[in-house]
């Protein structure tokens, strides 16, 4: 019992994640030096709400990464899913949980539209997700023209029952944001790594032909995994529209480096065929107490987290492609025999 216990521990938390882990723990340790008020956990967990929404689409593009795909959309589709649900509510006179479904709906055949084209069309997903990162915005742009409230100004006034989505506290500290992401890494864990879908996704990854062979799918895989993105990305929109008390149609504009670098760093091989959930969700939360605790800490102006966050992803890319390289890897190699005790 101990035995299987600790292997499926020693699976969950890889070399990679143990590292993540590291990184975290440094944060909080550099960070709190430098300002004690970070450890606070009142002014910690707050913060967390700010970029919560950032981690919650990031578990998902995790499949769409694996299977060799990206999205580079998620974000206009969580300012879409935002404005749609302020015009049905305000002007449309809809409650507001039929407009959250309406939303919903609307983000699912956004994801689906992209996933097909990528899928059954063989379009490139960059190309795909790209256009679409433009077409949704532009939608999202016409629909907050319906509303009687200018769309630089945002539609407020939403009912407590709607806010309480993000400023409910358990314990009077713990943010239902958080709980909503840990409750999503743990739906995402399952699906991706205990069950038939999920090793279907990493097959594709793999050799999307031998997956064909295998009886598998492919292309309803892959676009189902834009689907769960685009959903993901719906929660996102909800959530920070409820955080914000506003709907707007330009939330989540610049979400995408963020994601794509929390994925990447977690362990995601942008060529497909190896993530993990966990790793994303690590690494998101890495990123999170970055673009919190430079301007806190360091006073770096918000203006400028983007190039932190960029210089990370473009580490992380270099240092794997040249682990990969045959002279890298025999000097690793080299090391490790030297470590060896003989």
Same mark, same amino acid.
């Given at each position: ?9 020693? !699976? ?14 440094? !944060? ?91 899928? &059954? ?48 506290? &358990? ?17 995402? &864990? ?21 997956? !064909? ?12 995994? &834009? ?116």
């Amino acid at each position: 019992m101990n035995k299987s216990f600790s292997a499926k521990l020693k !699976e969950t938390f890889s070399s990679w994640q143990t590292v993540l882990v590291v990184i975290l723990i440094l !944060e909080c340790v550099i960070f709190g030096s430098a300002n004690p008020k970070f450890l606070r956990p009142a002014l910690l967990f707050n913060s967390m709400n700010d970029f919560m929404s950032i981690c919650i689409i990031s578990l998902f593009v995790t499949f769409v990464m694996i299977t060799g795909g990206i999205d580079i959309q998620a974000g206009s589709i969580v300012g879409l899913v935002s404005i749609i649900i302020g015009v049905t509510w305000q002007d449309f006179g809809c409650n507001i949980w039929v407009s959250v479904v309406i939303a919903t709906v609307a983000a699912a055949l956004c994801g689906a539209l992209s996933g097909f084209f990528i899928a &059954y069309c063989g379009v490139q997903a960059m190309v795909v997700t790209l256009g679409g990162s433009f077409l949704y915005s532009g939608i999202a742009l016409l629909v907050s023209n319906l509303a009687s409230t200018a769309s630089y100004q945002g539609i407020s006034g939403f009912p407590d029952a709607f806010r309480v989505l993000s400023k409910h506290k &358990y314990f009077g500290i713990i943010p239902n944001q958080l709980v909503i992401f840990l409750g999503l890494v743990v739906i995402a &864990y399952i699906l991706l790594h205990r069950t038939k879908y999920g090793r279907r996704i990493f097959l594709v990854g793999v050799n999307q032909n031998a997956a !064909e062979y295998s009886g598998i799918n492919s292309r309803m895989v892959i676009m189902s995994t &834009y689907i769960l993105s685009a959903l993901s990305a719906a929660i996102a929109g909800i959530v920070l529209t409820a955080y914000l008390g506003t709907a707007k149609c330009d939330l989540g504009d610049n979400f995408t480096l963020n994601i794509i670098t929390a994925v990447v760093l977690g362990g995601t091989l942008s060529t497909g065929g190896k993530g993990h959930v966990v790793g994303t969700a690590l690494a998101s939360m890495v990123i999170g107490l970055l673009r919190f605790g430079l301007p806190l800490c360091f006073k770096i102006g918000t203006q400028y987290l983007d190039i932190p966050i960029g210089i990370l992803l473009l580490v992380v890319v270099l240092g794997r492609s040249m682990a990969g390289m045959p002279s890298v890897a025999a000097f690793l190699a080299k090391l490790r025999k030297k470590d060896m005790p003989e």
